[in-house]
């Protein structure tokens, strides 16, 4: 059984000069978000973490970790599959979660693959996909997404502590509108106008910007080269080509649940034509549910036994520190500082 199948059915180093050189709801107000710029000097730390797919007692641990190491934390971005289908009492019980351990103020949520996943269940206990969509409509899936993020839009710009964070997502389910598709990515002409506005108003402040999405951009972090991640958006290029005009944007992805173990953890993305020949950062969140690696023939196997992982990420007046952590050990894996270009 391959991944897609198995998951339909369950519920210190220096990015300069090293192995990662270039080759490899609402928007929040501007002025808000200035108000709130870090003091210079000052270093603001948040977290990342993602796929939790209904594993509560993993993400449980990771918050009580996070809490321990990073007290202060000025926000958690969670990079999509929240919930392992979509229900909405799959979401009540997230929130419960969250209630019952200490965690940011500031959550920036991005949608994932798994809160479309309803529509395969004729009800919680019974897997129909025969019978897609199963009375299921795509509007009620949105709308569960936007009632517990609290806005109307998938996509939105949260500050933790003075750094834009800017959340994307998908703003269709593939399989609606193409019965030859499934969990591919599509981002309208208006989230994309959004991204080039916000991503220009942060570079003419000299601020970097992190960017939460859930599907992985191909050949860039752990697993997208593998064919499995190679087609998740629809528009891929021409996301790309906005991001790739930024030397500061750090995009966190996520979706593969491969180890931050693995070397190409965080890359520099070049993208031709763009102007920018030292690339964007990418990195990837790994996972909080289970880990995946590659199976030698092209798919993927699962790691099996604990795994829960993320990061922490520490935003300075003149670099960038990412961290990637172990919350079941409660151990630090690695951590690499990537320099900014602009400074404030």
Do not use: C
């Amino acid at each position: 059984m391959d991944r897609r199948s198995f998951m339909a059915t369950t519920g210190t180093a220096s990015l300069v000069g090293g192995a990662l050189a270039a080759g490899a709801g609402l928007t929040a107000p501007a002025a808000e978000a200035t108000e709130h710029r870090p003091d210079k000097g000052r270093t603001v730390r948040f977290n990342v973490i993602s796929d939790i797919q209904g594993d509560l007692a993993d993400f449980g641990r990771a918050l009580d970790d996070l809490h321990r190491i990073n007290p202060g934390s000025a926000g958690l971005g969670i990079a999509g599959d929240i919930t392992p289908r979509g229900y909405d009492f799959e979401y009540a019980a997230v929130r419960r979660t969250l209630e019952q351990h200490s965690h940011p103020e500031n959550i920036a949520w991005a949608i994932g693959n798994h809160e479309f996943y309803v529509p395969k269940y004729s009800d919680p206990n019974t897997l129909a996909q025969a019978t897609w969509p199963n009375g299921t409509t795509e509007d009620s899936l949105f709308r569960s997404f936007y009632n517990f993020a609290e806005r109307n839009k998938v996509y939105a710009e949260t500050s933790f502590g003075g750094v834009p964070v800017l959340s994307l997502g998908t703003e269709r389910y593939s399989h609606y509108h193409d019965a030859k598709l499934w969990d591919e990515v599509w981002i309208s002409d208006e989230q994309f106008a959004w991204l080039e506005d916000r991503l220009a108003y942060w570079a003419r402040r000299r601020r970097p910007v992190m960017v939460l999405t859930h599907h992985p951009l191909p050949n860039t972090v752990s697993g997208t080269h593998n064919k499995l991640y190679l087609n998740d958006y629809l528009q891929a290029d021409r996301l790309l080509s906005v991001l790739g005009r930024h030397k500061d944007v750090f995009l966190f992805s996520g979706h593969t649940h491969w180890d931050l173990g693995l070397s190409d953890w965080v890359v520099r993305r070049v993208v031709p034509g763009t102007g920018n020949l030292e690339g964007f950062t990418v990195v990837n969140t790994s996972a909080v549910q289970v880990g995946w690696m590659d199976d030698g023939k092209g798919g993927e196997v699962s790691l099996g036994g604990a795994f829960n992982q993320g990061l922490q990420v520490e935003v300075g007046p003149h670099s960038v520190v990412i961290k990637a952590r172990d919350f079941t050990t409660g151990t630090w894996l690695k951590q690499l500082t990537v320099p900014l270009h602009t400074r404030a």
